[in-house]
């Protein structure tokens, strides 16, 4: 706990808004998507989807392949308890709707259903969209896909696996996909072997997003290594988040902004 508000000190003191951006690219997405103060209609299917997960009372089994939960000590967990504490936030939620309907990417990847939280933020922010969405435990994909049933979500493809055994067998000119949300492991070690296994699927256009960067000191490492990556041109630091872009034209910088 300590390192995190450490972390959080040191991000308030370095993060910027819209004022001390220089790029044209940044300052539009900061602008236009991570500032836009819409009330966006699908905002109440994405608390209509919450509600429905935070006032589920029933018990399930959990099959963790991760970095373990600081909350939880036994695998039989509450739906609603697991929705509170590693469920995407509402405002998160919202971002990240806003930055799909931003990009509009044609093809999307999520490496962490969990309940699908963000994965209904991901499936809202286009709906045209084909989106991949990875989970190991078989039962917190079985609840995300009862609540994308009753939410009438249809463009998502739910895939019971281990990210590896996934990701190794991904065929780079069939796979390039646009935006990419990795929330599946917090370690170090999986962070930059998920980000090494899709680097052949980046083009141009692609954004990844990293959640959790500042959850441990090894993530916060696994991000430093990331950013430096030469194909790398573009980061966001926005705290929760790391995002990455591969924009060949534009000058290799890193932002730190408050969201």
């Not at 103060?37 to 589920?56: A, C, D, F, G, Q």
């Not at 067998?169 to 370690?187: A, C, Q, V």
């Not at 430096?228 to 000058?251: A, Y």
């Amino acid at each position: 706990m300590f390192q995190i508000v450490k972390s959080y000190l040191k991000f308030l003191w370095n993060s910027k808004n819209e004022h001390g951006v220089h790029s044209p690219f940044v300052f539009d997405l900061v602008t236009k998507c991570f500032y836009d103060k819409k009330n966006y209609p699908e905002y109440s299917i994405l608390k209509n989807y919450r509600n429905s997960v935070l006032t589920n009372n029933q018990f399930i089994e959990v099959t963790d392949f991760g970095a373990g939960s600081r909350v939880f000590k036994s695998n039989k967990r509450q739906v609603s308890q697991i929705a509170k504490t590693a469920g995407i936030s509402r405002k998160r939620a919202e971002l990240l709707f806003r930055i799909t309907n931003y990009f509009q990417p044609s093809t999307i990847l999520e490496i962490g259903t969990s309940l699908g939280l963000a994965t209904s933020a991901l499936s809202l922010g286009n709906p045209k969209a084909k989106i991949t969405t990875l989970e190991g435990c078989p039962n917190t994909l079985s609840e995300a896909k009862k609540n994308f049933t009753i939410s009438k979500l249809q463009n998502v493809d739910f895939i019971n696996t281990k990210f590896p055994s996934y990701l190794k067998n991904i065929k780079s000119e069939n796979s390039n996909f646009k935006l990419i949300y990795f929330d599946g492991n917090h370690s170090k070690t999986a962070t930059l072997d998920y980000f090494k296994l899709l680097l052949p699927t980046i083009t141009n256009d692609s954004v990844w997003i990293f959640d959790d960067i500042h959850w441990s000191i090894e993530m916060e490492q696994a991000w430093e290594i990331i950013k430096k990556h030469p194909k790398v041109t573009v980061t966001i630091d926005t705290f929760q988040w790391g995002i990455v872009f591969f924009r060949s034209e534009q000058e290799k910088e890193d932002f730190v902004i408050r969201v």
